[in-house]
């Protein structure tokens, strides 16, 4: 991971442990994976018909991606397409770089030829498109806390239940992606959604932005109903804002 990457994932880490340290519940948060910077891509012919776009960061991460290609496609289209691409990628993120790419073949910069062109123009296209909750990274932190009352004792089985919600970590992501769409903090009680129905338990969770005002993530807490929610609320807001201007 990029060094800007650690940063963010530890500015998180550090939010989620220290609202579950004030609020004494778990801390969760779910934010979008950082562009990792590209070291190398390359189009490679499997079929006819069909190309393997394989990307690789410099920290390591591949990813590969299908496109079709015209039947009869000469390897030195494949070939020039991964020249250019590595020319202007490597080293940069591809968000930061697609752009920048696209208005240069739209101007017919690039002196690459109209198959080429295309062919670059649909690796682009197919890199850019996130794969299901991959994209997404969930952190959970200070679950302990979950266990910390009398009641959680009195009624392991309930805690056993909520622990197992915890683990079906996509169904958590969906939920707290719900946050983003309304300013301010949400709350999730549990008897109101399918999540923690039978563990009984609340999430209160606030959006966070980066500087350009883009909603990037979702930052909150977990735990029982009772939850004392005018002191943990302005809690949770707090730090969303806070995030956010962390990431600058």
Do not use: W
């Not at 295309?118 to 997404?136: C, F, M, Q, R, W």
């Amino acid at each position: 991971m990029s060094d800007s990457g650690r940063r963010l994932e530890d500015v998180l880490t550090q939010a989620t442990l220290m609202l579950s340290g004030l609020s004494n519940c778990a801390g969760l948060v779910v934010s979008s994976k950082q562009d990792s910077l590209l070291k190398h891509i390359e189009f490679t012919s499997i079929a006819p018909g069909k190309a393997l776009v394989v990307m690789v960061s410099e920290d390591g991460q591949v990813e590969n991606r299908l496109i079709d290609t015209p039947i009869g496609l000469p390897a030195s289209v494949l070939s020039e397409a991964s020249n250019y691409l590595n020319a202007r990628l490597r080293g940069r993120t591809l968000d930061t770089a697609r752009i920048e790419v696209l208005s240069e073949l739209d101007s017919e910069r690039a002196e690459l030829d109209v198959l080429t062109a295309k062919i670059v123009a649909e690796g682009l296209a197919t890199l850019s498109t996130p794969v299901g909750s991959d994209d997404k990274v969930l952190i959970v932190r200070g679950t302990s806390h979950l266990l910390d009352t009398v009641e959680a004792r009195a009624d392991i089985d309930r805690v056993r239940t909520l622990f197992e919600d915890i683990e079906r970590k996509n169904d958590l992501i969906r939920l707290l992606e719900l946050a983003k769409e309304g300013d301010g903090v949400r709350i999730f009680i549990g008897s109101e959604n399918r999540l923690f129905s039978l563990s009984g338990s609340s999430i209160i969770a606030a959006p966070y932005a980066n500087s350009q005002g883009k909603i990037v993530g979702v930052i909150g807490v977990l735990g029982p109903t009772r939850l004392n929610y005018g002191r943990i609320i302005p809690m949770v807001d707090h730090t969303a804002k806070v995030v956010g201007r962390l990431l600058g």
